[in-house]
């Protein structure tokens, strides 16, 4: 497959995983940049299949951090409401505490929600960085723990092999 693919294929290939990191300049530009980039040489089928991937990635990585906060916002409420804060005095300069032991499952769980969340980020980077290397090198790549919106559709020689997980 390295030798049937164009340098330009595998330049606009990396440059869309790569776009997906101008969300940290420009908000929703994970969404759009990708998008954008794909939709300029979709007919081709290996700039299909990568520009499908990092969209599909990409929703899929925003779904997983909205249920992680939903989930753990409302987990938090839930133990909050079972607290009682006359054991907590908030001063002017500092916070006393009288009873810690109260807070320690709050505390615990906002740490596996912030392990949670910061972990994302980090497959996040890992699985990016990933896609690019392999689309510079002209070969497919499947991110992990993605949901396939788009369908994927992959064309090797003759034959198109479609995903099976594909939902559209």
């Known amino acids: 497959m390295n030798s049937q693919v164009l340098d330009q294929d595998k330049s606009l290939a990396t440059l869309i995983h790569l776009s997906v990191f101008s969300k940290y300049l420009i908000p929703f530009g994970n969404f759009l940049f990708p998008l954008m980039l794909w939709l300029l ?20 990585i925003f779904l997983y951090t909205i249920l992680l906060g939903v989930l753990g916002i409302a987990i938090l409420i839930l133990f909050g409401v079972s607290l009682s804060f006359d054991t907590l005095y908030v001063y002017n300069d500092h916070i006393r505490m009288d009873n810690f032991q109260e807070f320690i499952p709050l505390i615990v769980i906002s740490g596996i929600f912030g392990t949670l969340i910061l972990s994302l980020i ?14 510079s090198e002209g070969e497919f790549y499947k991110y992990p723990l993605c949901i396939s919106f788009i369908s994927t559709e992959i ?5 198109k092999t479609i995903d099976k997980n594909s939902r559209l």
Do not use: C, M, R, W
Not at 122 to 135: D, R, W
Not at 155 to 159: A, C, D, H, S
């Open 155 to 159: 064309q090797t020689g003759n034959v």
């Open 122 to 135: 980090i497959l996040e980077i890992y699985a990016v960085i990933s896609a690019s290397l392999k689309a």
């Open 41 to 60: 040489k979709k007919q081709d089928p290996f700039v299909d299949s990568h520009g499908k991937n990092a969209v599909n990635f990409q929703i899929s």
